[in-house]
């Protein structure tokens, strides 16, 4: 079985602070995703990786940044947390880059910015 | 228009009972199609896949698909208790390369 592992389940953290959200998958997955969970909202893309190194904007990028190293390693960093950044964050990866190759998810970090 | 939507519900059924949720999208070239299951405090987990137009059966779930209507849906045969969740739909949308884009969600509510 896949797995995605997102380090840290909840999380509390203060206006301006700089957060590092990490995610860690076993299966050799090419691809890597974040997305942020808001009710009413669904799930939307902030980044993905298709590769080490490689970095693309999703829907909702603005005061995010993200860092693929290695390729079982992808990091979400909040430069400046905001109260509005509060939210479900989950973590994805997939095998390849076709169109057929569904998401598999982490746990998902509930941040909550005060 | 949302590029996939789905009705919020709740979905309210009893046991036994068939449940159907459905889905519609806006992209016509959409490529590919899926299900997920998310329980209140989890991460969604994939339940089926759809890529060709008609019906997928997996257990007691069935997917159907309709592209000329954008279309696709979910049955759950004999609902359980413990299908009680929110089912996500995600489609791939013609991009090129492998973006999944999420309704909201159908709450359904199975009673014993």
């Known amino acids: 079985d896949v797995k995605v592992t997102q380090s840290s389940r909840y999380l509390v953290k203060r206006t301006g602070e700089k957060v590092f959200l990490e995610c860690v998958q076993d299966?050799?997955?090419?691809?890597m995703f974040w997305y942020r969970q808001d009710p009413g909202l669904g799930l939307r893309l902030i980044y993905f990786s298709y590769d080490v190194k490689m970095k693309e904007k999703g829907d909702i990028p603005e005061g995010y940044s993200v860092s693929r190293e290695k390729k079982e390693r992808f990091s979400l960093i909040l430069e400046s947390a905001s109260t509005n950044q509060t939210s479900m964050y989950l973590c994805a990866s997939s095998l390849e880059s076709y169109y057929n190759s569904p998401l598999h998810f982490g746990n998902g970090t509930r941040l909550t910015v005060t | 228009q949302k590029e996939v939507e789905q009705n919020s519900g709740p979905l309210s059924v009893p046991e036994g009972a068939i449940a159907s949720l459905n889905c519609t999208y806006s992209?016509?070239?959409?490529?590919?199609f899926f299900w997920y299951r998310q329980y209140s405090g989890k991460s969604p987990e994939l339940i089926m896949s759809i890529y060709s137009n008609g019906d997928k059966e997996d257990g007691r779930f069935t997917a159907q698909l309709n592209k000329a209507s954008q279309y696709v849906s979910l049955l759950i045969r004999d609902s359980q208790p413990s299908d009680s969740a929110t089912y996500l739909c995600a489609v791939n949308m013609n991009t090129g390369f492998q973006k999944l884009v999420f309704g909201t969600g159908t709450r359904l509510l199975v009673s014993p």
């Open positions: 992209d016509r070239g959409s490529q590919s």
């Open positions: 299966m050799d997955h090419e691809n």
